[in-house]
């Protein structure tokens, strides 16, 4: 699945539009290496998001297309 698509589905990131635009920002990093909005995530990966002076550090754990919003937390971990 696509990052800002993830970003967006998980919940982490509200619209798709603002995870494309933190991702060309250079805000999101995915395993350590600053990653495009189309870059692949898969389980197991490591995102770590900056916003403004907080930054957010998860696990991956599932990928789905769609999940409601009370199932969203469960596609990731906080490290």
Same mark, same amino acid.
């Given at each position: 699945?696509?990052? @800002?698509? &993830?970003?967006?589905?998980?919940?982490?990131?509200?619209?798709?539009?603002?995870?494309?635009?933190?991702?060309?920002?250079?805000? /999101?990093?995915?395993?350590?290496? /600053?990653?495009?909005?189309?870059?692949?995530?898969?389980?197991? @990966?490591?995102?770590?998001?900056? =916003?403004?002076?907080?930054? $957010?550090? $998860?696990? /991956?754990?599932?990928?789905?297309?769609?999940?409601?919003?009370?199932?969203?937390?469960?596609? =990731?971990? &906080?490290?």
């Amino acid at each position: 699945m696509r990052l @800002d698509k &993830y970003l967006k589905v998980s919940r982490l990131i509200k619209r798709r539009t603002v995870a494309n635009e933190a991702c060309d920002g250079g805000r /999101v990093l995915l395993n350590g290496k /600053v990653a495009k909005a189309s870059a692949n995530v898969k389980e197991g @990966d490591v995102l770590t998001i900056s =916003f403004g002076n907080k930054e $957010v550090k $998860v696990e /991956v754990l599932s990928v789905q297309e769609t999940v409601k919003k009370d199932e969203a937390k469960e596609l =990731f971990r &906080y490290i």
